[in-house]
């Protein structure tokens, strides 16, 4: 199969474009190499004005002489009497054959391109001074590619330097998706585009594994299965690794390849250790220099790796030195990624160890930070493969249940807590008990307080147990030491350097900001990160994180909470569960209050029912599990006002019956009863209901309850003609909402509301600005029943709120007594009122002031 953009990229060189008059391409065996030139030599004899193709395939301990006749060999094989004429001197094989031969290739003035293939054994120092004179006195028509497994030791620094050397690498020849695809249609070989990646990934683009493999997936009926169990040790693959890769290579060398090929990628060091040989830095060297099937790996310090086909040969390979001995090795491998911080790598040794020992010293140092940072499946996977008695130890118990928690298996998880007896290890205990409140909390009950966990000095664990204390906290309303608890976790992550437990704080610290109604919280941590390792558990953190954050949003009065919300649900799409629900009927709830700015046009919105149809069917049964508390508290009763002004009362009175059925939801209930009396004209049962709220009997989940309970307490006494009283409840519920500014239970209550904090305006003690900040975003209701006011009218309407005189007021506006008189009895019969401060009151509430 010809490689057409590497043929693209070489025929600038060979057809003289580019300044470069020396191609040196060096790659593994098996790369194409040679089938490369090939190709290139067939496209260049398509040329209009061909060259004289002159190949020459090196041979191993080719002297001078020996070297200077096989291009005499290669030159008469090409046919061109003028050329063989002016090289036949080199017949003699002189010992200066290099400059005999530039000079030759210059007398004959034929273009000329000169392949010298099998560079690499080419090792004898007069073979290799001749070359190098060569390449100084190259004539200017002549091309000359040098192609081998590793470059020869040949002074082409001056020609990197000059710009005059063009370079092919084994990442070059390295098969792309579509040339493997290709390779393998030659076999007949059809794989999908899954099927594919797993073989690019095992082969690396290597042609030769390619080319292999598609040889016996020819043969194969299940192409998943056999590229899965595609490795170095199949014969066909191992074959060509010992006849072309493996064969020649010292003993000292093979012997550091076996001990090497334990772990995936090694250091000097390491190599050190597992092959006890001080020398092994050198036998890597040696790989290094013969292009081996080696990568380097920059970095501090620099590792190597195999390919993938090499390493599992070896890995075959080195069975025979016997089980313990293998064991020995991997448990260096293991204590040596131990001792570097890579945990998990040093798990996956000791297992294959199977030193219970390691595997538990491991664990205990190291496994609850690898659960955490979303490497839950990957711990899964190796215990699995652990002796059983590693199970007995109970931080290991714990961290397999830590692996179910956070892997949204919390059923799982209870039933292995439920099953183990105390932990008598300290660092167990803590866990196993932040494990119980992680559950408890998720599944929507209310566990105890509890006590504060007793620090461990193990950062991320004392984080994570604060992190579960500071929820249950939150859940219980406890919303105080809930802020002191999480400030705490977040600063045992910080220390720990541990991102995913901060973020998940931070989407605590949201849902805390909700309940308590104060700050704007920074909920952007929060969002999980698109990363390998994101765990079921990162996406519903962050999905709370975005629903606190838009539930704030609306509570505040800002836009686009609907959009937000609709980030979380996205989140979620893919999970059949009670926050995806919730989210759901949030993202759809919110995105109306977007799109409903105007009071008097919210009931009659045509799309209003089919949304609140929706998100009832959201709602139903009540989503609990997952979902926290405060944020269900702080929309259920926005959807339950919205459903009644729409006339969905059969809704909202199903939405209460689904609230009381959770026996928790006391305060949550009260609310909504209240809410329902409250539209009914039932003044004193709404007093009743909402009275063990606003005496602290109870307390709501999220203060916009609290708030919205005041509303209605002053409401019930607006309608007994208690003024006193509901002033002071309209007072508490400016007080109570001004920290978070807290301005929907305002809008929500609607008119009546609206009314009060008119004729109440400059009244409200040190809450007067608040309240005139919620006037002012209170929906429009447009224009006056009785009219639209004249510009006159509007400008004496402003003179109105400060109390001068109608004589004072035209002599400002330069107009008579009775003009002012007579605008004043426009307005007021406008307003529908009888009075100035009636005529203030009704401005007011109609936004004309």
Known sequence: MPRERLLDALRPVLVGEQAADVALICAPAGSGKTRLLSDAADRLAGEPDPPVVVWITAQDDSSATDFANACLRAVRATGDQALVEACSGLEQGPSDFGAQLAEALATAATRVHLVIDDAHLLAGLDVLSGLETYLRHQPAHVRTVISGRFEPPLALQRLRLDGRLFEVTAD??????????????????RLDSR????????????????????????GHADHASFIDDFRGDRRPVADYLIEEVLAGTPDPVRDV?????????????????????????????????????????EGAPVRFRYHPLLRSYLRAEITRLGRRAIGELETTVSQWHEDFGEPLVALEHAVNAADTELIVRVLERSGLPLVLDGHGDAVEVHLARAPRRVLENSVVRSIHAAVS???????????????????????????????RTHIAVDDGGLPGHGTHPEATGYADLDAYAALQHGRALTATGDLDAADRVLTEARSHARYAVSPRIAAHTAAAHAVLAVARG??????????????????????????????????????????????????????????????????????????????????????????????????????????????????????????????????????????????????????????????????DHHWDAARRTVAPIVSGEVSCRARSGTVAAWLVEAQAAVADARTV????????????????????????????????????????????????????????????????LTRRELELLLELPTWRTSEQIAADLCVSVNTVKTHLRGIYRKLGVNSRRGAIAAARQQGLL
Request: aromatic share 4%.
């Open 405 to 435: 928690v956070h892997s949204g298996r919390s059923e799982v998880a209870a039933a292995a807590l439920a099953d183990s007896a105390p932990a008598l290890d300290h660092r167990a205990a803590v866990l196993t008990e932040a494990l």
């Open 195 to 218: 099927e594919l990646a797993a073989l690019m990934e095992r082969t690396e683009g290597w042609a030769a594994g390619i080319r292999l493999a598609g040889m016996s997936l020819a």
């Open 172 to 189: 070059d020849l390295a098969l792309s998706p579509d040339e493997a695809s290709a390779i393998l249609g030659q076999h007949g070989v």
């Open 257 to 297: 390849l076996l001990h090497t090929s334990v772990p995936e990628s090694f250091t000097v060091e390491l190599a050190e250790d597992l092959s006890r040989r001080a020398d092994a830095g050198a036998q890597i060297e040696w790989l290094e220099r013969h292009n081996f099937l080696i990568t380097r790996i």
């Open 725 to 788: 009283r509901a002033h002071e409840a309209l007072t508490s519920a400016l007080e109570l909402a001004e920290p978070g500014s807290l301005v929907r239970p305002f809008h929500e209550a609607g008119s009546p509301v609206r009314d009060l904090l008119a004729e109440s305006s400059g009244r409200f003690g040190g809450a007067n600005s608040f309240a005139e900040h919620i006037r002012a975003t209170f929906p429009s209701v447009g224009t006056t029943s009785n009219g639209t």
């Open 518 to 679: 104060t700050g704007t919280p920074d909920c952007h941590a929060a969002v999980p990160r698109s990363a390998p390792t994101a765990t079921a558990e990162d996406t519903v953190s962050g999905a709370i994180g975005i629903l606190a954050a838009s539930t704030i949003s609306y509570q505040r009065g800002e836009n686009r909470t609907g959009r937000s919300a609709a980030l979380a649900y996205r989140l979620l799409r893919e999970h059949d569960s009670d926050l995806a629900r919730f989210a759901t009927a949030a993202a759809e709830f919110y995105d109306l209050a977007d799109a409903e700015r105007d009071e008097s046009s919210r009931a009659a919105s045509p799309g209003l029912h089919a949304v609140l149809a929706r998100v009832h069917a959201s709602l139903h049964p009540l989503p609990t599990r997952a979902v926290p508390r405060p944020l269900l508290a702080a929309l259920l009763p926005a959807v339950l006002t919205a459903s009644l002004a729409a006339g969905e009362a059969r809704r909202a009175n199903d939405l209460v019956r689904d609230v009381a059925s959770d026996p928790d939801s006391v305060a949550e209930v009260a609310l909504l009863r209240a809410l329902v009396s409250i539209h």
